[in-house]
């Protein structure tokens, strides 16, 4: 079923809309984000998500809505475990709290751009050559794999290439300017460092959407249904960012976790000529995977926690 144009753009209008109040509730709010305001908005937004998955389910049909919500699914717990790499980042720049939220904010945009581009040329290359399907199956094997065995590896962005050359050739300031990107110094346009941040935080999402938007070529091919899922589930990724930040070492095994939902969905993606998994299974395998991870990992740190609180 070909998704209308008219679809696409209200699409669009209601995700700039969306950023837009956010950002000017942010702006309007002034101050940090706390947990209790952080975690209202992550729930906001998932809602948001599911009821224009009700939308899909009317429009498109239930088969459509199975494969945007378990695509949201994926591509929403993949997110969280980048929050862990933006984290990093953060602390590295020395980013103010205030100013991180709009570096976040412009990263979902230039998301929107990239992450379009991307899913466009991967669904032309698995329309034009089937076995593409076969190799995305294998590098999500891969790629499930590095992250069961391998430890996690800590970025080194000071030694990165593209920030050595950035340095050099960007005038850029010492020191922040509230939350501008660029100010004029002695009458001449300098970058601040929070443009710095910002570059790298578009080049980490590039990485990551490397990963993520071929797994959910397994669940479907619809191009407005890989798009979507993965717009929505980014779009309430900076109100997740604020809510776990501060309890990412509680998530001791949703690294494991994901790894499996990969390994699962890269088999899919192999077996889909030769053993089609349903659509209800493949949701509720994800769910169960995703469930037990996060679970045990809160009952493993809970008395980690407890013992920080009595202290």
Not at 112 to 137: D, E, K, N, P, S
Not at 146 to 164: H, I, Q, S
Not at 210 to 232: G, L
Request: hydrophobic share 55%; charged share 15%.
């Amino acid at each position: 079923m070909t998704t209308s144009i008219w679809f696409w753009i209200a699409f669009h209008i209601g995700v700039f809309i969306a950023i837009g109040i956010d950002l000017f509730a942010s702006k309007r709010r002034g101050r940090e984000l706390s947990m209790r305001a952080a975690f209202q908005r992550t729930v906001i937004w998932v809602l948001v998500s599911l009821a224009f998955n009700a939308v899909v389910w009317r429009l498109k049909g239930p088969h459509h809505a199975l494969d945007f919500l378990t695509g949201y699914l994926i591509e929403y717990s993949l997110s969280m475990d980048n929050i862990f790499v933006f984290v990093l980042i953060f602390a590295h720049f020395r980013v103010p709290p205030l100013a991180q939220r709009r570096v976040l904010v412009w990263g979902i945009v230039g998301a929107l751009i990239m992450r379009g581009t991307m899913i466009l040329c991967g669904i032309a290359l698995v329309q034009r050559f089937h076995f593409v399907l076969y190799l995305f199956g294998a590098f999500l094997l891969i790629t499930a794999a590095r992250m069961l065995f391998r430890k996690r590896a800590v970025p080194d962005f000071t030694e990165g290439w593209l920030l050595r050359r950035g340095r050099q050739i960007l005038p850029i300031t010492r020191e922040y300017h509230a939350e501008h990107f660029h100010v004029r110094v002695d009458g001449r346009w300098m970058l601040t460092p929070l443009a710095l941040t910002m570059m790298v935080i578009e080049i980490t999402d590039l990485i990551f959407a490397v990963d993520s938007i071929p797994a959910i070529f397994a669940i479907t091919r619809d191009p407005f249904i890989v798009y979507t899922s993965n717009i929505c589930a980014i779009l309430g990724l900076r109100s997740l960012y604020f809510l776990l930040a501060g309890l990412m070492d509680r998530f001791v095994y949703l690294r494991t976790g994901l790894a499996f939902v990969l390994g699962f969905v890269g088999i899919k993606m192999i077996l889909v000529d030769y053993f089609p998994i349903p659509r209800s299974l493949s949701l509720g395998i994800i769910v169960v995977i995703l469930t037990f991870t996060i679970g045990i990992s809160m009952l493993k740190t809970q008395n980690q926690v407890a013992g920080e609180d009595r202290k």
